[in-house]
């Protein structure tokens, strides 16, 4: 069961990188990064899977850390492990443009979070559009309140959204179902529990 929430999450990183967008871009040095890339920056998450009625089926910990960095076509990619901590971890490679964040992936760069954004706003992931719900959607976490920004994917079958706090980085995911009669049912959702940003 901890495999299919670690799976899911996964997935959901995974539809994000495939994006259409391409950029050339600079490496922003504020303070106000919507995901704070340095060696080093972790965020660890409780994860939770649920079924239609809202139980819940499994829990567990998923952490993305930046491990290192490298430069490729004069930018810095930042590589991130993630997963749970005793099972072998995935990673991602990711570079910060003016724009926001990108996706490394054999040679391409793919938009993988937009900002700075506006409410409303929309743009092209992983051949689907991402609209921004909020900018200042308050997010309660058993460490604090974060004001953040909400990114939500919809497809047929499923809805998915993620948000971010500036200068903090990922706060939480989470991944709706919808019922043959339309009803949405959160199927996962990940929390921050726990980060170091430097």
């Given at each position: 069961m901890k495999k299919s929430i670690l799976i899911g999450i996964l997935s959901v990183i995974a539809i994000i990188v495939i994006t259409s967008c391409d950029g050339g871009g600079t490496d922003p040095t504020n303070n106000d990064e919507i995901l704070p890339l340095k060696i080093g920056n972790y965020w660890k998450f409780d994860a939770v899977g649920y079924d239609t009625l809202g139980n819940i089926l499994e829990q567990s910990t998923i952490?993305?850390?930046?491990?290192?960095d490298t430069i490729i076509?004069?930018?810095i990619v930042y590589i991130m492990e993630i997963g749970e901590s005793n099972i072998q971890k995935g990673t991602a490679a990711f570079i910060k443009r003016a724009d926001g964040v990108y996706t490394y992936e054999k040679h391409n760069t793919y938009l993988e979070v937009k900002y700075p954004v506006s409410i409303g706003e929309k743009f092209n992931a992983a051949k689907d559009t991402v609209i921004v719900e909020s900018t200042n959607f308050?997010?309660?976490?058993t460490i604090g309140n974060f004001s953040c920004y909400q990114y939500t994917w919809s497809?047929?079958?499923?809805?998915?959204?993620?948000?971010?706090?500036?200068?903090?980085?990922?706060?939480?995911?989470?991944?709706f179902r919808r019922t043959v009669s339309g009803r949405y049912y959160l199927v996962s959702k990940m929390v921050l529990k726990e980060y170091k940003v430097n």
């Open positions: 952490t993305f850390k930046v491990v290192s076509n004069n930018e308050n997010y309660v976490t497809y047929s079958d499923r809805k998915e959204s993620l948000y971010f706090k500036p200068s903090v980085g990922y706060v939480a995911n989470e991944i």
